[in-house]
């Protein structure tokens, strides 16, 4: 086998733990309880491919080479406090090794996600640990989601892996009576990672990417444990909905009406609705399900070039209900102002409290002034718009709206 560059090899290493990550950490986690120490082999794995195949080839199987390098440190690690050096002491024989590996690991990422909403970890921080944990974020990356400091995020989920090992948190297929209580924080982790697929714009971490696919996988999953819910399919309806539109965008941050429908991915779209409707007969609504609803009367309107407000007003108010927040009554806020004007859009937007720092807030606004001709405020609006996203083709689209807004002044 000829050694590949360095740079191939590490790119060859970061593709693989990229493609397998959940599936390694859920894997060594079941065998040892404990998520840290799994992570902890897994990056162990990850320096040791960083140092031997540049010298000795990628392997024909990199994913159960990794496998097998951070099962051999999870060992070392047990056995004794070793040092990192002395962790992989026989680098040499990984590869044949890994060929003893099945070709398809077990998938304990459901356990790894329930186990993630122990009783023992504070509610607010189960969604970030199953983020990493899962999906491999940074806590860098998902403190900047959460809008809190990476140290103080990094903290929380340092704590919480220690509490899921005290607890003696088992990582394996949960229960039957285990999973509706801690169903809806697992499926609002699974729509976390695919909002944060989502951005996804050329030249971001190419890890982002595969964030919308890794969760549509999982929604899968979850339909399929919980094959008598009818949220779950809700939620797998919702992904697929928003997933379909992804080739339209190109990239770049488009309005659904501002859309080439053409370009979307029809299929998805009916499997989509099929789910709904499957949903719907089991005759209990919920939040992810009036989500999905929204989000099928969008994309109807878009291919049909009229959109049904007074069905999506109804569904607002739905939502309000069944799961109030900012975001919901600021698009609720976006169906006011295209069935009553921009007068009530913006007595809406005026009602809702602790929106100032709502980037959606700022942007229904500039376009709330820009019908009503207030050319100034609109471009004030947009400024702060800008200034609350960090979303680089977000910020683009906004830009673009505040040049055209300058000349038309």
């Not at 007595?347 to 709502?358: E, I, K, N, R, W």
């Amino acid at each position: 086998m000829t050694p590949p560059a360095p740079d191939a090899a590490q790119a060859a290493a970061e593709r693989a733990v990229r493609a397998a990550y959940g599936r390694l950490v859920a894997l060594l986690a079941a065998r040892n309880c404990d998520l840290a120490a799994a992570e902890d082999a897994l990056s162990e794995a990850l320096r040791a491919a960083l140092e031997t195949w540049p010298r000795r080839g990628v392997p024909d199987r990199p994913e159960a080479w990794l496998m097998t390098a951070a099962k051999r440190a999870a060992g070392h690690a047990r056995a004794r406090a070793a040092t990192a050096a002395a962790a992989l002491p026989d680098l040499t024989l990984l590869t044949d090794e890994a060929s003893a590996m099945p070709d398809a690991f077990p998938d304990h990422r459901l356990g790894l996600l329930f186990a993630c909403t122990h009783p023992a970890i504070d509610p607010g921080t189960q969604t970030p640990l199953m983020l990493q944990a899962v999906l491999g974020l940074s806590a860098e990356r998902i403190a900047g989601a959460f809008l809190i400091s990476p140290a103080t995020m990094g903290q929380r989920l340092s704590r919480a892996k220690t509490r899921l090992r005290e607890a003696g948190a088992r990582f394996s297929r949960p229960d039957p009576d285990e999973i509706g209580p801690r169903l809806p924080q697992v499926m609002e982790a699974v729509l976390a990672a695919a909002a944060l697929g989502w951005e996804a714009v050329p030249g971001s971490d190419p890890a982002r990417a595969d964030l919308a696919s890794e969760a549509i996988y999982l929604a899968e999953l979850l339909a399929d444990l919980t094959p008598d819910q009818p949220e779950p399919k809700g939620l797998l309806s919702l992904i697929l909905h928003i997933r379909a539109r992804e080739p339209a965008r190109n990239g770049q941050y488009l309005a659904v009406f501002e859309q080439d429908t053409a370009l979307w991915d029809h299929r998805m779209i009916h499997r989509a609705d099929r789910l709904l409707a499957d949903a719907a007969a089991m005759g209990h609504f919920g939040r992810f399900q009036c989500e999905a609803a929204i989000q099928s009367v969008h994309s109807e309107g878009a291919m049909l070039g009229r959109t049904n407000w007074p069905a999506l007003a109804t569904l607002h108010a739905a939502l309000d209900r069944l799961s109030p927040s900012l975001g919901g009554a600021t698009a609720a806020a976006a169906v006011t102002l295209e069935l009553d004007g921009p007068k009530a859009a913006l007595a809406a937007l005026d009602a809702l409290t602790g929106a100032q720092g709502f980037q959606p807030w700022w942007a229904l606004r500039a376009e709330a002034l820009a019908r009503m001709g207030d050319k100034v405020g609109q471009a004030q609006a947009l400024h702060r718009a800008m200034g609350l996203t960090g979303d680089a083709a977000l910020r683009a689209w906004l830009a673009a709206r505040l040049s055209q807004a300058s000349q038309r002044s």
